[in-house]
């Protein structure tokens, strides 16, 4: 996911120490990094620019999660460093988990970039930044284990549109899922924001007009499991329901395996949690959840959703599937059809394993061998298109009702559109709400009636 910063909320210092344009690429948690980051240099008098051509330092910061991901990420950074000719480029920075992962190999292959900042490190950027100015820094490549997460203090710039927000609740992971390299990227322990501090960063957001909470982690059901505060999600959530003005509060990554029923209880009675719950599966056969090391079997899965429909019928669910993992076979995909076709979860992410190295399915994968790319191809494809039918049923069951959409501007699609989403819907990842009718401000929550149903999207008119 690229983001772009919003120019508005970026740009202003009047003291010029430096002028920074800021690329953030890959998932809400590197966004937050970034936007930290930005509010560190803002408040050190840097210029924050949206136009890369007068900027004197550029900084991409990065993700290397998949594939396609490091992919995007060599690509900004040849793009950003033809500013050196083109416009007033002097320090190419990278930062981010490609650093965290590749540092070495990069400085070597990228001699074009000043600077290389790692996860750990990315609390220093105005330090590093002015050092280097200076002339006193003696090498280009900075990486540390992560240990730093921001507090309400640090300074942030919520780039995004002004109504929604991502709250980093805790960063870290302990899961060592067989596929995964982000513990690598982010730290093997996790690490929690005590509930005061999260709370004192909402209300802060929310004063500046955010309506919609995005609590984000790598993991949110480990939140509070360092035990630095004694603190859980249930306390967390029972907190930021106080908030006044706060509308919705979504919760994002939340792993099947250890969600309490004292945190399904809250979810169910409180009216801002929204019913919607980001739950990554990976996949619905348990010889390979075994081999991915979920920890989890097919069979809890089930139990798990049927619980929570069971205390909030009109749960909203998302899930992500991987395809072609080391040992999937015909059977094993097979199975895992037949799960997501039984589940008719609204929003489902098919991802086509990516090879990681170090990781322990990469090893795996050395032992047994890959399935083949035209395979986990035609897997996704078939799975995308089995999911895309139930998305379109679950939507076509939302034409004639009245709901609660949070508007977010003109559509994409055509200026003669509103658009926005319900609580069934989060930021980029899922549809939209398209509007034809009636008119209302950015931000504003309107009552929605559906008209249509289109196979991602919906269509509405608004409604007194
Ligand atoms: Fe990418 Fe790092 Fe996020 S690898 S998905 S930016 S944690």
């Given at each position: 996911m690229t983001t772009k910063l919003n120019p508005e909320k970026i740009n202003h210092s009047n003291t010029l120490q430096s002028s920074v344009y800021f690329v953030s690429l890959g998932c809400p948690k590197n966004l937050v990094d970034s936007q930290v980051m930005l509010g560190l240099l803002k408040s050190n008098k840097f210029q924050i620019t949206e136009e890369a051509e007068t900027a004197d330092t550029i900084i991409i910061n990065t993700c290397s999660f998949i594939d396609s991901a490091k992919k995007e990420s060599i690509d900004t950074i040849f793009e950003m460093s033809r500013f050196r000719e083109e416009g007033a480029l002097k320090n190419l920075v990278v930062s981010g988990c490609m650093v965290q992962r590749y540092a070495k190999e990069l400085e070597v292959e990228m001699p074009e970039v000043d600077l290389f900042i790692g996860t750990g490190e990315y609390h220093r950027v105005v330090e590093l930044l002015q050092k280097k100015a200076l002339g006193?820094?003696?090498?280009?490549t900075f990486v540390d284990i992560p240990t730093f997460i921001h507090t309400a203090e640090t300074p942030r710039i919520n780039?995004?549109?002004?109504h929604s927000a991502f709250l980093k609740i805790s960063e870290g992971c302990?899961?060592?899922?067989?596929?995964?390299i982000i513990p690598e990227l982010r730290g093997h322990k996790v690490r929690s924001r005590s509930v005061d501090s999260l709370v004192s960063e909402a209300k802060k957001l929310v004063s500046d007009g955010v309506k919609e909470l995005n609590l984000v982690a790598q993991?949110?059901?480990?939140?509070?499991?360092?035990?630095n505060y004694n603190e859980t999600l249930a306390d967390l959530l029972r907190a930021l329901?106080?908030?006044?003005?706060?509308?919705w509060i979504r919760l994002h990554?939340?792993?099947?395996?250890?969600?309490?029923d004292e945190v399904i209880d809250i979810i169910a009675k409180?009216?801002?949690?929204?019913?919607y719950l980001d739950m990554?599966?990976?996949?619905?056969?348990d010889k390979v959840l075994k081999l991915m090391n979920r920890r989890i079997t097919t069979q809890q899965i089930r139990e798990r959703i049927e619980s929570l429909r069971k205390k909030c019928p009109e749960m909203v669910f998302r899930t992500n599937i991987i395809v072609g993992?080391?040992?999937?076979t015909e059977e094993s995909y097979q199975n895992t059809k037949q799960f997501l076709a039984d589940l008719e979860l609204d929003h489902v992410g098919v991802f086509k394993y990516s090879l990681e190295e170090g990781t322990p399915s990469f090893r795996l994968a050395e032992k047994i061998g890959s399935v083949p790319e035209e395979q986990s191809q035609k897997r996704y494809n078939e799975l995308m298109e089995l999911q895309q039918s139930i998305s379109w049923k679950k939507n076509k069951a939302m034409v004639g009702k009245t709901i609660y959409v949070l508007v977010e501007g003109l559509s994409r699609e055509s200026d003669l559109l509103l658009q926005g989403r319900w609580a069934g819907q989060a930021q980029e990842i899922d549809g939209v709400i398209l509007i034809n009718d009636g008119d209302a401000k950015v931000g504003e929550m309107v009552k929605v009636e559906i008209t249509e149903a289109l196979p991602y999207d919906l269509l509405g008119r608004i409604v007194p």
């Open positions: 006193k820094l003696k090498t280009k780039t995004g549109l002004n302990v899961r060592n899922c067989s596929f995964c993991d949110l059901t480990h939140y509070g499991i360092d035990n329901v106080q908030i006044k003005d706060l509308h990554y939340a792993y099947p395996d250890n969600f309490t409180e009216e801002k949690i929204v019913k990554p599966i990976q996949y619905g056969d993992h080391p040992g999937e």
